[in-house]
């Protein structure tokens, strides 16, 4: 029977101490996670800002090789395709001004021509952004925009509402300098880079000049919020946690591309500006955080890390190479609709002058009555010759047929 029915092994561990033993794990993984996730020491500026720049580097030179690809796919359907080659050629050709005499009658040779310093340009640019703070200082539109565009409609359930607790636009103005004209083609590639600039190419249609310039700013500007994160499992507010944040920007600097696209009338389309920034730019944050009410953790890496990321992110998506941003200008011919002062502003002021003419002219006429009564309630109606009573419509004889003097004439003159 022994050997029919083999004695089951006793286990090793028992409940318990498997129980202690699975816990102890876990808090071992939690305590790993918190140390070097969590709390683990950053990389430094100049690493992230390196990896970065050659992401950024090497997104745009992937964007230039699709475009390139595609201008060759293009050119051997041409040449496959007489119809298609057949509208190109009539297609009309290119405007009177083209790059070439606006560079020729302006003097500006793109090989030779020193870059610029736009030390007026900085000083009007520093106007502009120390009135736009000054009018800040004594109007709430900007902080009601800021509170209006974080409470919208993207914010998630989890997140309670958000409160701006200081706002600052900085001290310092950013510095221009280093600028240049370069002409690109339609899709914004320079004409031969490193080869003498060849008027001749840059007559298809699309090109365009391109004024490029360095940008440098070391400020501090400061956005700080702080809201509740909000656990709705099981049930609604099952647990909340304050969070505070700030964020600064300290430095940015790059360079900054501006170019002008002329209107087409044909498609209704107005001539626009474009601006965008090249991908070697560089933008550095403080940011300062705070978790809890009671227990707080102040200034997590992580969370830093994570915010830097998602700006560095939002900014890449917006305005650096190949991404733009477009500006419709108005029309420059004078308008109707435009047009201030003039016969408008004339006939306002008129109107307003004759307005102040007649109270002016109520005022005499009040005075002169209250005189008037005055001296008839005294009796001496004659003591008042420049009342009411002498500009009546002046009497003819038929209304006096007796003889002597008619009232009003002046004593001694002739009946």
């Not at 050629?89 to 005499?101: A, M, N, Q, W």
């Not at 170019?259 to 626009?272: L, R, W, Y």
């Not at 016969?343 to 209250?370: C, L, N, P, Q, Y």
């Amino acid at each position: 029977m022994a050997d029919i029915c083999p004695s089951r092994s006793e286990p090793t561990l028992s409940f318990t101490q498997g129980l202690i033993l699975g816990q102890l794990s876990v808090v071992l993984l939690l305590a790993a996670f918190i140390k070097f996730f969590i709390f683990g020491d950053p990389p430094s500026p100049e690493v992230v800002a390196s990896i970065r720049a050659t992401d950024r580097r090497s997104r745009t030179l992937a964007h230039k090789k699709s475009i390139l690809s595609l201008r060759e796919t293009n050119a051997l359907q041409l040449v496959q395709n007489p119809a298609l080659n057949k509208k190109h050629v009539l297609r009309p050709g290119p405007p009177t001004l083209t790059i070439g005499s606006i560079l020729s009658k302006t003097y500006y040779k793109v090989d030779s021509h020193q870059p610029e310093s736009l030390d007026w340009f900085n000083v009007l640019i520093a106007q502009t952004i120390a009135q736009f703070r000054s009018d800040a200082q004594h109007d709430d539109a900007i902080l009601s925009s800021l509170s209006k565009a974080l409470n919208g409609t993207a914010r998630p359930d989890f997140l309670d509402e958000i409160k701006v607790t200081e706002l600052s636009l900085g001290e310092d103005f950013p510095i221009f300098s280093n600028c240049r004209i370069i002409p690109v083609d339609e899709d914004g590639l320079s004409f031969g880079t490193g080869k003498a600039f060849d008027a001749n190419m840059a007559t298809r249609e699309g090109a365009r000049l391109q004024a490029r310039m360095d940008v440098d700013l070391s400020d501090m500007i400061t956005l700080a919020v702080e809201t509740k994160l909000l656990l709705n499992y099981p049930k609604r507010l099952s647990a909340v946690l304050p969070v505070a944040l700030a964020v600064s920007v300290v430095r940015f600097s790059g360079t900054l591309s501006i170019s002008f696209i002329p209107s087409n009338p044909s498609n209704n389309e107005p001539a626009k500006m474009i601006f965008t920034f090249l991908d070697d730019y560089r933008l550095d944050f403080s940011i300062r955080s705070l978790l809890g009410s009671r227990s707080r953790l102040q200034d997590v890496p992580k969370i830093a890390q994570l915010v830097e990321s998602r700006l560095h992110r939002w900014f890449d998506e917006r305005c650096v190479e190949p991404r733009f941003q477009e500006i419709a200008l108005p029309n420059m011919w004078p308008r109707k609709k435009n047009t201030r002062g003039g016969d408008e502003t004339i006939s306002d002021v008129e109107r307003s002058m004759s307005k102040a003419k007649g109270v002016d002219i109520a005022k005499d006429v009040r005075e002169e009555a209250r005189k008037e009564i005055e001296a008839e309630a005294h009796g001496g109606a004659d003591r008042v010759p420049d009342s009411l009573r002498y500009r009546h419509r002046p009497r003819t004889d038929e209304e006096f047929p007796g003889a002597g003097s008619m009232p009003g004439s002046m004593p001694g003159s002739m009946p």
